[in-house]
């Protein structure tokens, strides 16, 4: 009997394929396909977020959207044009407010001397700020340089709030704001000037009786420029009592306080009259010009290089000596010279020109001429 044949074992080499360095290499290639597949999906996700939407958008809402791209980009150009627009209205802003610094007056030493035109300003336009402004512009415009503002007059009044003790009784019923005038004024390119009457006060000659001219032979009463009270008799300041030196120079302080570092005094004098019945009190035999001087140097010597002081005499003072002040002004040491005219009285301009000459060959450095309410230099 034949042998029976047997099958040949196929040999496997199943290890040898799927051996251990096999199934490391084979795990990172899944690994490594799986991360290219997820970078491919971020990378696409927005596009196919854009095309579901889109497609939702318009096949089942039957609207119209722009692509995200497209928002974006749209957001973007917005952006831009917000942020020029808002770089256009800065620089708009900017050359506004430069062209505005531009035309707005340099400010200038309050102080200085400088040529220009005067002009004396009604208080009855610098009620409020709008007043002072509308004011100081106008005044600005016709060229005018110094505004003369006058805060004291010879009737004793004071037109401003004065916190000065002997100016106590002094205070009209109605004031302006100087401090309020002095900056604006300046604001506006003037040169603001306080006008004080000095010695011819008839009100603060009874609030400090220590001040005035008394009446000879009776301490009692003071000396009236006239008869009596009910003939228009005035008291009067007394050039030569120190209490009243330093009355006018605590005004001046206080004006200077406010902004105003010019001042124009008027009134330095002794009254018209002269009469056996005044009396002055001490005088050391000093005379009535020499006492001015020295009223004037005082008050020059305490506000140097704070205030400019102007002195204003009538044009009657500057052409002959008179009993008021005993010497021409230039003649009493006045640097800034103010020569007042009489309203309504035409003038030789050869005489004037004449008189102003004489005042600067005496002494007088800067000399004004002015009348009722304007004025220039000479």
């Not at 770089?87 to 040529?115: C, H, K, L, N, Y």
């Not at 016709?142 to 100016?167: F, H, M, R, W």
């Not at 009692?220 to 009270?229: M, V």
């Not at 000093?286 to 205030?307: K, P, T």
Request: glycine share 8%; proline share 4%; charged share 15%.
């Amino acid at each position: 009997m034949p042998k029976r044949r047997r099958n040949k074992k196929v040999k496997r080499y199943h290890r040898s394929f799927y051996s251990r360095g096999m199934k490391i290499k084979k795990a990172l290639g899944i690994l490594v396909l799986a991360v290219v597949v997820l970078g491919v999906a971020w990378l696409a996700a927005p596009y196919v977020l854009d095309w579901a939407t889109h497609t939702w958008y318009t096949v089942v809402r039957d609207r119209d959207l722009p692509s995200s791209s497209e928002a974006a980009s749209s957001e973007a150009s917005s952006a831009a044009s917000s942020e020029a627009a808002s770089s256009s209205s800065q620089a708009a802003s900017s050359a506004a407010s430069s062209e505005a610094a531009s035309s707005r007056p340099e400010p200038v030493d309050g102080t200085a001397i400088r040529d220009g035109s005067w002009a004396t300003v009604s208080l009855s336009a610098l009620g409020d700020e709008a007043s002072i402004r509308a004011t100081a512009q106008t005044l600005a415009s016709q060229g005018v340089t110094y505004a003369l503002v006058p805060l004291k007059d010879t009737n004793g009044y004071i037109y401003y709030a004065s916190a000065v003790p002997a100016a106590s009784g002094s205070v009209a019923a109605s004031v302006v704001d100087p401090a309020l005038i002095a900056s604006i004024f300046k604001e506006e390119g003037l040169v603001p000037v306080a006008g004080v009457a000095a010695f011819q006060d008839p009100v603060a000659s009874y609030t400090d009786r220590s001040m005035a001219i008394q009446y000879s032979g009776d301490g009692n009463y003071l000396w009236l420029d006239a008869a009596n009270a009910a003939a228009g008799g005035k008291a009067w300041l007394n050039p030569y009592a120190a209490s009243a030196i330093q009355f006018v120079g605590d005004l001046v302080e206080e004006l200077y306080n406010c902004g105003f570092e010019q001042v124009c005094l008027s009134a330095v004098q002794f009254p018209q009259s002269t009469s056996s019945k005044q009396s002055y009190g001490e005088t050391g035999g000093v005379g009535r010009d020499g006492q001015l001087a020295a009223d004037i140097a005082a008050w020059d010597a305490r506000f140097a290089g704070r205030v400019t002081l102007w002195y204003e005499y009538p044009v009657s003072s500057c052409t002959g000596v008179s009993s008021t002040l005993g010497a021409l002004p230039a003649q009493l040491g006045v640097k800034n010279l103010v020569i007042s005219l009489p309203a309504g009285e035409a003038q030789d301009p050869a005489q004037l020109a004449q008189t102003v000459a004489q005042m600067k060959e005496l002494g007088a450095q800067y000399v004004v001429v002015r009348d009722s309410e304007t004025g220039s230099f000479y």
